[in-house]
């Protein structure tokens, strides 16, 4: 038998068919098959519809009306046709996918079933097991929602399941759990011992996959640690000791091609047996065709699809390029700080979030702004920790651990504001305890809605029949009670043998005067700055919803779920540190004295952008005032723009934002994502004339600046994965909902704040709901398809960072994402990786048959 270390190795490599599942609260989009990510695109998606049941390829009815309304260009998809060895008619091709298709069920396409769960009336051994462990999951899991927590959840999930289980009716024989081994390996290898030990792999992974929701999570919560984790701990090799032991107690297959071991009982169902027996999508009709493909008809499809879209992306961008005037002339520092002549009236960082984009074309239309876009945890991976709140978050992507804790603290000169602020604070906390008391006390509660009945009548009629007039009365709320922000600071200060909490997640406390001037200095070089306005802000972002379960997929991915308001805080703090000032001038950039950074927030959900300016000096409150009017003006054009992707009259923008952000029965609150196909990176100046409807991940870059290609390295390996996984979300929850989706917010269940259920019980749904993807029943809003990434710099030098960078070059290879590069030094040409090292000129000729890069002599946009 295998040794404890080689066992739990094991359990962890099964889990890898499994994507990662982050809690409701902080919720992150991912790619749900990240763990086939080493191998082809139409091969992983084949292996997972044996594993999970899911489909990977759009519905044949989605590929019809992408072609039907041209979003298929139909030369483009007859010429790829023919390239992979089928007839080069695109209707005859939708026939083969639909007859191929229709003998199998429908499994979840968005558009063909609203993702519920069906409870079968003769459930399987698999699906009592399901069944029992997804209870024991959701009462061991939940975070702080019961009003009676599971007993012994401090020994771990495995050793409180061993410990309760007899108390459970459901489970058949309680005692033979309490008598399983202490350590989960030993209990496993118990139960499988009369199994040859090389079937042991392919049954890890089937009872793995068998809850991908929970175990999901159980993965991302074991990776993570955190408060939670550290408190009541779970590992995948407890969980799936459990799990065998319910599974051997209903008599359910341990490993695959095991009988079923109770008398009578029914075959045993799973999600991998959901999946058709045939590939409809490899099938190619050889009379029709000369050369026989390796490609499924459907990755055909929808290479065309992505073609489509990516070459009306890359004309545009390429006709941009030409545009640039690549000779203009550095300003110096000097010069700026001696003049306002050409200086824009404030600069603003956004996150690179596409919704970013719609924003940034209002607020440059109204006046001489200049908007930057950046990941919005604004390069400070910290843990941080709110002035109100009771947790701290890691505020950074979650390809990136944590370095340093921040708290956020009253300043010294507030010491009367933070009464006033704490107080409202304190009151609300009473109220809602109070009310949670009198949920879970049957006789007080009687007495208590008897008197208040009638409150509660209004409020809840208010919040139903006029929510916008709710939001007013929020608004105004807000105003009167001190912000927060107005007397709370982050701190810095680190200190030698601090630490921010204790055990294995412990972290430094503050960053080191050096640790700052390096998050300055990164941000700049990577945005290729000269030169500083008087006003600088950086803007995060968040999103206001009410009663939204998946609130937080639209707060910032790049603060792994979270708002990324804080993070713009640190930053425009450590930028408005003298100390921190004098050392970016030794590194080169030098900082006007009168350029001040300010912190603020942009709420996706209405288009506000609320600045944290409470500290701007006198001397720029003309500045200050300007932009506020500006921004206001901004919101109205974005707000109308969206107003019409929602369906509502573009005049009542404002008006109809606002609504949704305070509708407690709001499906739709914002589109979120939804349309994201696209990752540019450089300079302002090649995307400010377009209009890219909101689909773009923007990050500004100047390749002039960045002779080394370090700036691009870090875009590349950092905000580049993140967006892959966000638009891998979108696509996989569109094209199969009930599998990599969550169905309905109809029919929703949240549980423990850790995920939703469709029905009363059974796995977490892992994915979108259908109304951030679907515009009407039956028709996607989100286009799926996968990211096109353009980068604006020399081909050589994109080729030298895809070389270095393993994870991508993988992603790249595999047909994950594609990337075009548009080379200012080759005659604004687009360039196309292909794969395994290549590269081809979209215009037909290769990299060495043009002329020699042409290095301008400057910098700058």
């Not at 599974?247 to 071991?261: H, R, S, T």
């Not at 003298?578 to 942009?602: N, Y």
């Not at 696509?731 to 909902?737: L, P, R």
């Not at 009363?760 to 679907?774: A, F, I, R, T, V």
């Amino acid at each position: 038998m295998p040794p404890e270390t080689t066992l739990r190795e094991r359990v962890e490599d099964a889990a890898e068919a499994v994507g990662a599942v982050w809690p409701l609260h902080s919720f992150v989009t991912a790619n749900p098959l990240a763990g086939y990510e080493d191998r082809p695109f139409h091969e992983a998606v084949e292996t997972a519809a044996e594993t999970l049941g899911g489909d990977g390829y759009p519905s044949v009815d989605t590929f019809r009306r992408a072609l039907e309304t041209d979003r298929i260009d139909s030369d483009v998809l007859s010429a790829r046709l023919v390239d992979h060895g089928y007839a080069p008619d695109p209707e005859a091709s939708l026939d083969r996918l639909a007859e191929a298709r229709s003998d199998a069920e429908p499994r979840g396409v968005a558009g063909e079933s609203d993702g519920s769960a069906v409870a079968s009336s003769d459930p399987s051994p698999m699906d009592r097991v399901d069944a029992v462990a997804s209870k024991w999951l959701a009462a061991f899991l939940e975070q702080g929602t019961a009003a009676w927590s599971m007993p012994n959840r401090d020994r771990g999930f495995y050793e409180a399941f061993r410990a309760v289980a007899r108390y459970d009716a459901d489970v058949p024989d309680g005692d033979a759990i309490a008598a399983l081994p202490a350590d989960p390996a030993d209990a496993i290898r118990a139960l499988l011992a009369d199994h040859p030990p090389d079937r042991w792999a392919a049954g890890f992974e089937r009872h793995l996959a068998s809850l991908p929701g929970w175990t999901g999570l159980i993965k991302r919560r074991a990776a993570d640690g955190g408060d939670w984790q550290s408190a009541y701990p779970i590992t995948l090799t407890g969980y799936l000791a459990a799990r065998l032991a319910l599974a051997a107690q209903f008599g359910a297959p341990l490993v695959p091609d095991d009988p079923p071991a109770t008398a009578g009982a029914d075959t045993e169902s799973t999600t991998s047996d959901d999946a058709p027996d045939i590939d409809p999508d490899a099938i190619a009709d050889d009379a029709d065709s000369s050369v026989e493909s390796d490609v499924p008809l459907a990755e055909v499809w929808l290479r065309a699809w992505e073609a489509t879209y990516r070459e009306s992306l890359v004309d545009a961008l390429s006709d941009a390029s030409a545009s640039l005037d690549a000779s203009a002339t550095d300003v110096e520092a000097s010069d700026v700080e001696a003049s306002d002549e050409g200086r824009p009236a404030a600069q603003l960082v956004f996150c690179i979030d596409t919704r970013s984009e719609i924003i940034r074309r209002h607020i440059e239309s109204t006046g001489a702004y200049e908007t930057h876009g950046y990941a919005g945890f604004f390069g400070v991976p910290m843990r941080y920790d709110g002035h109100d709140s009771a947790v701290t978050v890691d505020a950074c992507p979650p390809i990136v651990d944590a370095c340093h804790h921040v708290a956020e603290r009253p300043a010294a000169a507030a010491d009367a504001e933070p009464t006033a602020h704490d107080r409202w604070h304190d009151a609300v906390e009473a109220a809602e305890s109070i009310v949670e008391s009198l949920e879970s006390n049957a006789a007080a509660a009687f007495s208590y809605v008897e008197s208040t009945g009638v409150g509660y009548g209004v409020a809840l009629a208010a919040r139903t029949l006029l929510p916008a007039r709710v939001y007013d009365l929020a608004s105004a709320v807000d105003e009167r009670v001190p912000d927060v922000h107005a007397f709370c600071t982050p701190t810095f200060d680190a200190e030698s043998d601090a630490v921010a909490d204790g055990g294995s997640d412990a972290l430094p406390a503050g960053l080191t005067l050096e640790e700052r001037v390096e998050y300055a200095a990164a941000a700049f070089e990577l945005m290729g700055w000269d030169d500083f306005a008087r006003l600088v802000v950086f803007a995060g972002h968040a999103s206001h919803t009410t009663n939204n379960p998946f609130g937080s997929s639209l707060d910032c991915g790049a603060c792994a779920g979270n708002p990324g308001g804080p993070s713009a805080r640190v930053l425009a703090a450590i930028c408005n540190d003298d100390a921190v000032r004098a050392r970016l001038h030794d590194r080169g950039i030098d900082v006007p004295a009168d350029t001040v950074f300010v912190a603020g927030e942009h709420d996706t959900t209405t288009d506000t952008v609320e600045l944290y300016a409470d500290d701007v000096p006198e001397t720029h409150a003309d500045d200050l005032a300007a932009l506020r009017a500006d921004l206001e003006t901004a919101r109205a054009g974005a707000t109308a723009e969206r107003a019409a992707d929602l369906g509502v009259e573009t005049d009542a923008g404002v008006r109809e934002t606002e609504r949704r952000a305070a509708d407690w029965a709001e499906t739709r609150p914002e589109w979120g994502l939804a349309g994201n196909a696209a990752f540019v990176v450089g300079p302002r100046g090649l995307t400010d004339d377009l209009d890219l409807d909101g689909r773009s991940f923007l990050h500004s870059y100047d390749w002039r600046a960045d002779p080394d290609g370090d700036a691009l390295e870090a875009i590349v390996s950092g905000p580049m994965v993140v967006t892959q996984w966000i638009n891998a979300q979108y696509y996989f929850a569109t094209v199969d909902n009930a599998v990599f989706g969550s169905g309905s917010k109809v029919t929703q269940n949240p549980v423990g704040n850790v995920g939703v259920y469709q029905g009363n019980g059974g796995d977490l749904m892992g994915g979108l709901p259908l109304q951030s993807l679907e515009a009407t029943d039956g028709e996607p809003y989100h286009q799926p398809i996968r990211l096109s990434a353009v980068v604006h710099a020399p081909v050589d030098r994109v080729e030298a960072v895809c070389a270095s960078v393993e994870t991508v070059r993988t992603l790249l290879d595999n047909g994950w994402l594609s990337l075009t590069v548009v080379d200012p030094t080759r005659e604004h040409r687009a360039f196309r990786y292909a794969g395994t090292g290549e590269w081809v000129a979209v215009d037909g000729r290769s990299p060495v048959e043009l002329d020699p890069p042409v290095e301008p002599a400057t910098a700058g946009e």
